[in-house]
């Protein structure tokens, strides 16, 4: 089976390009097996000097595969989810990331970008974090960066309402470093990568770990990771996702 997630290495950049645009690039477990790979080797191959995210088609990524996410909750979930690799591997990350952000960004997808290390954003973009609209609680260590980054009051609204945050306030807000016409996003972050992969890789790695607490991101993902679990399998979360397949509305309201 051809991945969903495209893989290119040239010039010292790691191209990781989310290639699913029928289902909005999102993300399943196949796709999370591929990225964790690439973020694992990036760690140790030194060819690799910096990683670019980026997605086809009119969105980045619509998140979580919302079919998997149902599948958990009723514990037929896969044995190995790659998504825990994944997020450990962004929290323990050195070599830099640069993402490239067009149309929303739902989810993990928003969350990933508080690991990268250069955001560029489409004129179109959109941050979407709608994880308490499906009985669910923040992921990758978003509990701690978010609000970190920009203030409690406005990531708690971010977590809470999930309403779309417009790429010119998530500029304001110190999530992205620039804005570009969408035309030319790809072309913008390549220019970015290949300027971060001309440096010095043994400065450049070590200035990002003296950056980040890799430590205390991991601890932080472990414990959204076990009320995540709970949710999961909450009829909150069943109602969310059963929801979503009927493409209707949730309705909480019932549910106690
Ligand atoms: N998981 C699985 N499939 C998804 C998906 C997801 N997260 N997001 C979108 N899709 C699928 C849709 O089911 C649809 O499939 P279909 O054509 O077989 O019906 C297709 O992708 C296109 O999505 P659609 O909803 O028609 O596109 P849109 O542009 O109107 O809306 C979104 C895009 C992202 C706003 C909307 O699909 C959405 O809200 N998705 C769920 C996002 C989410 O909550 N993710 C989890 C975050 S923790």
Redesign the pocket.
């Known amino acids: 089976m051809i991945s969903e997630v495209k893989v290119d290495l040239t010039g010292g950049v790691l191209t990781l390009t989310l290639s699913r645009p029928?289902?909005?690039n999102?993300l399943s477990n196949e796709m999370y097996g591929v990225l964790a790979d690439a973020i694992e080797r990036a760690e140790t191959d030194t060819e690799i000097r910096v990683v670019l995210v980026q997605g086809d088609g009119d969105?980045f990524t619509?998140?979580?595969?919302?079919?998997e996410f149902a599948a958990q909750g009723s514990g037929n979930g896969p044995a190995e989810r790659h998504v825990v690799r994944f997020l450990k591997a962004l929290a323990q990350a050195t070599v830099p990331i640069v993402a490239a952000v067009q149309g929303?960004a739902?989810?993990?997808g928003t969350t990933l970008l508080l690991h990268c290390d250069h955001v560029i954003l489409g004129e179109d973009a959109q941050l979407v974090t709608?994880?308490v609209n499906?009985a669910?609680v923040p992921e990758a260590a978003s509990s701690l960066l978010l609000p970190a980054r920009i203030g409690y009051v406005r990531a708690f609204s971010m977590f809470a309402l999930g309403e779309p945050l417009p790429a010119q306030t998530a500029l304001a807000w110190g999530l992205a470093n620039a804005i570009v016409p969408v035309a030319q996003l790809h072309a913008q972050a390549r220019q970015i990568a290949e300027a971060i992969a001309a440096k010095p890789r043994g400065a450049l790695t070590a200035t990002k770990r003296l950056m980040r607490d890799a430590e205390t991101l991991s601890a932080q993902m472990d414990r959204e990771g076990v009320s995540f679990a709970q949710r999961l399998t909450s009829a909150e979360a069943r109602e969310a996702f059963l929801a979503?397949a009927q493409k209707r509305k949730p309705d909480f309201s019932k549910i106690a």
């Open positions: 029928d289902k909005k999102a969105m619509a998140g979580n595969d919302m079919g929303k739902v989810g993990i709608p994880f499906l669910l979503f």
